[in-house]
């Protein structure tokens, strides 16, 4: 049975394509069926952003509001200090997330600032938080200190398919991407990567998008799946939006081909119903980002996404994985104090 079968890392076109034109009903049950026979199907990982050092990016990143090259009126901003990055992250962890996710708008970091961001690394897991950053290129001793200082993760995201990828961005090759992230792999980090979808790109380019995360040679521990966040001053504010049934296709697809994976529904959620979002979570995603921003943009406030919750029975997954004998869900079993208590101003 598909269902039952070890991850695989040969998948063809024809086959992701042959996922995505599945009926929705078909595609949704097979997603879900891989979904429970992998995870607790009603819990859900918080991931908190914090913008460590905002705008003023050298790269043409065609969706991203902190391109140096696009007007969008965002203010620069030096990397933060180290206290105030201890401060954000002490009220993420009030808030109830689990994980904190520290962006860095660099092409790719020097090794000075490097070792600046290995010192929020160390403050933050102190604080009892895994860590996630990304910061661009990395060459592979860079990720070895990151390594050093105990990162969890690190994202770097293919954002496209190889083929539709010179329409986005020209300032870096898809294999340079492909590079950095077998650096973060032989590091030892836990891999983040994932994409955007809704950048004009056809139903291929997202079956290929995902056909390339899901052949590498392991699958990224994390797959954040974005909604282009449309930013006025970039060159894709006005692209078509995209169905949203194909974005929960996108989810589905990425369930199926990545079954271990959290796929996490990223950015896009201030846009999407709570009825979208809610299919998401049937389809296999199981991370979200959750905070009122996610780098520059707006995300859903935290009480809405606590109702949202409550309403569908969805718990946050919790702290450890305090996996118990015979039990396939690593991170089921609940730390949710401080979900349930009131959050911190
Ligand atoms: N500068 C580093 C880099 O690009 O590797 C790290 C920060 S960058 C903002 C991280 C990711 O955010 C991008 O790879 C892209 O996938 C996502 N992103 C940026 N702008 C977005 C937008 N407007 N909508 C959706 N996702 C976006
Ligand atoms: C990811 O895949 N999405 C996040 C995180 N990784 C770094 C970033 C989304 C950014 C959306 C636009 C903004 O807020 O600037
Ligand atoms: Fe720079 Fe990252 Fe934005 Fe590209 S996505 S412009 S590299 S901050």
Redesign the pocket.
Known sequence: MFETQAPRHDWRSEEVQALFALPFNDLLFRAQAVHRAHFDPNAVQLSTLLSIKTGA?P?D?A????SARFDTGLKAEPLLALGEVRAAAAEAKANGATRFCM?????SPKDRDLEKVAEMVREVKALGLETCV????LKPQQAQRLAQAGLDYY???I?TSPEHYGQIITTRTFEDRLETLAHVREAGINVCC???VGMGESSTDRAEMLRVLANLPEHPESV?I??????PG?P?DGAAPLDPFDFVRTIAVARLLMPRAHVRL???RTQMSEELQALCFFAGANSIFYGER??T?ANPQNEKDRALFQRLGIKPEGRAPAQEPGCPHPHAHQDAAAWTTAPQA
């Open positions: 990016c790269e990143c969706y991203c509001p902190q962006g860095a708008a660099w092409r990304t910061l661009g290129m994202n770097h995201n954002d994932g994409g955007i954040p974005n909604e282009l966040v449309q930013v970039t894709l990223s950015a896009g996610l780098l943009t």
